[in-house]
């Protein structure tokens, strides 16, 4: 590694020892390096290259964190980073104060004071080190200023961020990271149910101002507002295109909203959207996606393209998770059967049946298709979790 061979000519000192020791410290190994001449034999040199290693990491600890679980969640963060036997370079101990760091600003500490200590571990030249943390007060929100917002009211923006700000209706939160981000993805997604498909945030910035209060500010570019315009079909055979434009429920001129678009078409609290419909129908391996095809000016027009399928029949009903109730008690609420045609709707009524008998805990009460696309069945698999009522229920 030191790039130094018996029987090469070298001048000492001089840029091959220079070289050498440039290698050995850049494996980081070693906190000390020399290369040392023992004696000369006319123009022969005898050398001993003489190194102090780094010691080893026996483990860390913290002081000043008074809770056993903060205790477990920063153990957790160091994980990969602190490892027992390696060497505790600049770059890991760096890396080290990162992850604290980063864990007291996302609970609110955004001041909180770590000092590094390297104590002598057991082990002949290892160490312990030990991270003492003043965490100190959690610091909140003074202000959240927006700027660039022309067609929403800057009250509207600020009620859409889980941060607040200190104001009349609602209290100062603390400033956490992951929120923030949460807030600015609600703020982009609320433009683009209005139509303005190209909003962006131009700018993000966040400071402690000098009483040590955080203080945000956001610029937002809103771009124009985008409309529904013509509405294509494609592949579709159980409903014809004006149809399924009825169904729809969105006509040409209606400002674009993205978030309406893909309820109507994946998912709805009614159950009326596109896919419900199909797959009530037995259309369990129907697929619809939307593509832009066009944008003229502001207006979109869209192509719609289904891949309908074909019809599923439910091979097997399996019953899990039941160990005191009865599995006939269950199948005779069920009103997917063996042999019949899938239907979303009735696997929807047979999970609201299977709650009603009070037996097992609603919320645990999961459904997992099967699907079989070779044969075009599905196994339609229910899993319960016996509430502790303590009943043994023999039901007939």
Known sequence: MAGLRIGDRIRMPGPETTKALKNLIRLGLFSDVQIIREKSIGDIAFLEIAVKEQSRLSGHGFRGVPKSSMRDDLNTALAGILIPGTILSDNKQAEALDAIQKYYLEKGFANAGIVVLKEPGKAENTLRVVFEINQGKKVKVQDIAISGNAQVKTGKLLKLLPTKAKRKFWKSSKFLPAEWADGKNALLQYYRTRGFLDAKITADTAFQNAAGDWELRLRLEEGQRYYFGNI??????????KQLTQLLGIKS?????????????????????LSSLYMDDGYLFFQISPDISDIRGDTVDLEIRLNEGPIAIVDKVIIKGNERTKEHVIRRE?????????????????QR????LGYFNPEKISINPVVNPEHGTVDVEYTVEESNSGQ????S
């Open 392 to 395: 043994q229920l023999e039901l």
């Open 353 to 356: 049946q299977i709650a009603s």
């Open 253 to 273: 001129g209606e400002v674009y909203n993205a978030e309406k678009l893909e309820q109507r078409l994946h998912f709805s609290q009614t159950g009326d959207d």
């Open 334 to 350: 069920l009103f997917t059967k063996p042999g019949e045609q899938f239907s979303r709707a009735n696997v929807i009524r047979s």
């Open 232 to 241: 294509a079909w494609s592949g579709n055979s159980k409903y014809d295109d």
